[in-house]
């Protein structure tokens, strides 16, 4: 059986109209293929093509998690980088901090060389490093400064080095003392040791030293770091370079003397147990 075959047009307006179906769809064809204008075809495909592209184009809801994530992973980063850096940091062994700097002192006698010793105040060690310094043969007129201080480096108050050198002296005149220092003098018999105290009444001291003179050589014995040495007798005052000084003589011929004596415009207090000792710190307290 064949197939009907479609009705021609009967009409010549009905053929017009077929024709001009034929030639539109031909058309279309043509300008689909040129892609010169749109048609109907052309914005069919067209249409077919949006949902493609939306698919692959991502949404502004996507871009922002996107942005988030990235952002987060960024600060996860830099977070764990801290942390490792602190980890690395702790288990590096720190240096310990510096000392903390000696305060200024008010004693304004300086020795040609200086030596600190760290030491624990309640044992004998700081007499014994002082006597040993005195043993030292050294340059006749040459002063070392002989400073103590604590494990904490903190100097010493002077309450604290009287003890140490195994001296005594009564409590109102110990406060009235700001800080001490220790000297060796050497000289053509040895070491000496010099005591130089800042004092804050320098009136009120010497008149307590006046009162304490006859207990001074029993208080002051441990200035000439030997224990065999007998101190006594009777102090008498003398002057060198306009300051006066008082002496007790040990024994004249070794210039082993007891002598304490004032700087008032300075308000520097000597002890010294020997008498050039005494003369060079004047000398170069006055310099």
């Given at each position: ?23 539109t769809?031909q058309?279309?064809?043509e300008d689909?293929v040129k892609?010169?204008?749109p048609?109907?075809i ?6 077919a ?5 939306q698919e692959n184009?991502?949404?502004?809801l996507k ?6 994530a990235?952002?987060?992973?960024g600060?996860t980063?830099?977070g ?7 980890l690395?940091?702790?288990s590096?062994?720190?240096p ?19 030596i ?12 014994n490093i002082?006597?040993e310094?005195?043993q030292?043969r050294e340059?006749?007129?040459?002063i070392?400064e002989?400073?103590?201080a604590s494990?904490?480096?903190n100097?010493?108050?002077?309450d604290?080095l009287i003890?140490i ?14 800080e001490?220092k ?6 053509f018999?040895g070491?000496k ?12 001291t010497?008149l307590?030293l006046e ?5 001074l050589?029993n208080?002051l014995?441990?200035?000439?770091l030997?224990?065999t ?12 370079h306009?300051i006066?000084f008082?002496k007790?003589a040990i024994n004249?011929?070794?210039d082993?003397?007891?002598?304490y004596?004032?700087i008032p415009?300075?308000?520097?207090l000597?002890f010294s147990?020997?008498e050039?000792?005494?003369e ?5 307290l006055?310099?």
């Amino acid at each position: 059986m064949e197939n009907p075959k479609p009705p021609l047009p009967e009409t010549k307006e009905e053929t017009s109209n077929f024709h001009s179906s034929i030639k539109t769809l031909q058309k279309d064809v043509e300008d689909f293929v040129k892609g010169e204008r749109p048609s109907l075809i052309s914005l069919l495909a067209r249409g077919a093509q949006r949902p493609l592209e939306q698919e692959n184009k991502p949404s502004s809801l996507k871009r922002w998690l996107s942005t988030l994530a990235v952002i987060f992973s960024g600060m996860t980063l830099i977070g764990l980088g801290i942390y490792a850096y602190i980890l690395i940091r702790r288990s590096i062994p720190q240096p310990p901090p510096p000392p903390p700097p000696l305060p200024e002192s008010r004693i304004p006698l300086k020795g040609d060389n200086s030596i600190t010793f760290t030491i624990d105040s309640n044992t004998p060690e700081g007499k014994n490093i002082l006597r040993e310094e005195a043993q030292k043969r050294e340059e006749t007129g040459r002063i070392t400064e002989i400073l103590f201080a604590s494990q904490e480096k903190n100097v010493f108050p002077p309450d604290v080095l009287i003890k140490i050198l195994g001296a005594t002296l009564p409590t109102d005149i110990v406060e009235e003392i700001s800080e001490i220092k220790f000297y060796i003098h050497y000289s053509f018999f040895g070491g000496k040791l010099l005591v130089v105290a800042a004092l804050k009444d320098t009136r009120k001291t010497l008149l307590r030293l006046e009162q304490e003179e006859k207990n001074l050589p029993n208080m002051l014995k441990p200035i000439f770091l030997d224990d065999t040495v007998e101190v006594k007798g009777t102090f008498i005052s003398q002057s060198y370079h306009n300051i006066d000084f008082k002496k007790l003589a040990i024994n004249q011929e070794r210039d082993s003397n007891l002598i304490y004596g004032l700087i008032p415009f300075k308000n520097i207090l000597i002890f010294s147990s020997t008498e050039r000792g005494f003369e060079k710190s004047v000398e170069r307290l006055l310099q």
